[in-house]
Nanobody
Framework: QVQLVESGGGLVQAGGSLKLSCAAS????????MGWYRQAPGKQRELVAR???????YYVDSVKGRFTISRDNAKNTVYLQMNSLKPEDAAVYFC??????????WGQGTQVTVSS
């Protein structure tokens, strides 16, 4: 079992920055990928970014050049640095962790609000 605790959400003006954190505990040695989904009202949940244990990353096109995902394997923590935030980035951001085989584990979500 893996438990995920998220933090770092909040209110920011357009063009500003936020950094999200997600700390994993439990059977963390089984985790391969970690990342972030987001869901805005009336929209489907979308994958924003993911990072493999090796450090290889993926970003959805809409955040490339603005967001940076990173992880500290020793701390079992994944981060999402969000710069140049836009109103369309506003959503609930959900952290996830996945083993090579098996189910995803989810955080509780953290609200990101961007004012224009």
């Amino acid at each position: 079992q893996v438990q995920l605790v998220e933090s770092g959400g909040g209110l920011v003006q357009a063009g500003g920055s936020l950094k999200l954190s997600c700390a994993a505990s439990g059977s963390t040695s089984a985790i391969n990928t970690m990342g972030w989904y987001r869901q805005a009202p009336g929209k489907q949940r979308e994958l924003v970014a993911r990072i493999w244990r090796s450090g290889v990353t993926y970003y959805v096109d809409s955040v490339k050049g603005r967001f940076t995902i990173s992880r500290d394997n020793a701390k079992n923590t994944v981060y999402l640095q969000m710069n140049s935030l836009k109103p369309e980035d506003a959503a609930v951001y959900f952290c996830y962790a996945a083993p090579n085989y098996g189910n995803l584990y989810w955080g509780q979500g953290t609200q990101v609000t961007v004012s224009s």
